[in-house]
């Protein structure tokens, strides 16, 4: 529908039992974000980014509110449904990297291709492509132990972006990384989103980071505020 946000998030809550306690997460919390958008999700630690990331893409499910992504309320679907709608339509990126060690650089960012059930010849050199996009071309067959963490995180874009997802969540990608590995992988990141046209939330504690975004919002109290001073686009 016209006018409508590529995604949304409406009244939604979310909490954890902890003990016989209930603590709430997400209270009422509302986001809106268009098309091609480049968001950064600020939060510290414990602030329920990470939450807010799975629930977004249906890895876990709100106790209540609509999670809209491209027309679909996520809230509605099914466990089995969900997956398949992640597959098709989300790409993450994992502080922790997250590659299938049993499978070379190649293989695992063909995974997500073979997932989505695309068949068709050309899935080798997506791939391949993809890894040359992030400087990795020469490193396919090298299994993830053999790569820096740096290098992991590149064939970790490289996985999120070839099956051409609408959306890219990124949960505080840079992490684990040290200060110029993070700044590289966050320039590659950066391009090759808005290369191809991408929208993505990344998720980071840190501050820094802010300048690379369209648009700033910081999850404090379970809620969302914009954050209005920073330098960025
Ligand atoms: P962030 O990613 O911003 O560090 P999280 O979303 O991981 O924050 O966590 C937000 C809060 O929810 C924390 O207090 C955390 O302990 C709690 N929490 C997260 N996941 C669970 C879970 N599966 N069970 C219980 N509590 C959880
Ligand atoms: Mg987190």
Redesign the pocket.
């Known amino acids: 529908m016209e006018n409508e946000s590529h995604i949304s998030l409406v009244k939604v809550n979310k909490s954890?039992?902890?003990g016989d306690k209930e603590?709430s997460?997400l209270n009422e919390l509302e986001l809106n974000v268009n098309e091609g958008e480049m968001i950064v999700l600020l939060?510290?630690?414990?602030?329920?980014?990470?939450?807010?990331l799975?629930l977004i893409s249906g890895i876990d499910r709100p106790d209540s509110g609509e999670i809209n992504i491209g027309g679909t309320d996520l809230a509605k679907l099914n466990e089995k449904e969900r997956t398949l709608f992640r597959r098709k339509n989300i790409g993450f990126v994992f502080q922790s990297f997250n590659l299938i060690s049993t499978l070379t650089a190649e293989e695992n960012v063909l995974l997500p291709l073979k997932l989505k059930g695309i068949d068709d010849e050309n899935l080798l050199d997506k791939a391949r492509s993809f890894l040359e996009e992030v400087g990795l071309g020469d490193r396919g067959d090298s299994y993830p132990d053999r790569l820096s963490g740096g290098e992991q995180q590149r064939v970790a874009i490289a996985r999120a972006l070839a099956h051409e997802p609408m959306l890219i969540l990124a949960?505080?990608p840079t992490g684990n990384l040290d200060y110029e590995t993070g700044k590289n992988i966050l320039d590659i990141l950066n391009k090759l989103v808005r290369d191809n046209g991408r929208t993505i939330i990344l998720?980071t504690?840190d501050r820094d980071i802010c300048s690379i975004a369209d648009r700033v919002v910081e999850?404090q109290g379970g809620k969302l505020h914009d954050v209005t001073e920073f330098e960025g686009a």
Do not use: F, I, P
């Open positions: 954890y039992q902890e603590r997460v939060g510290r630690s414990g602030s329920g980014k990470s939450t807010m799975n949960d505080e998720a504690h999850l």
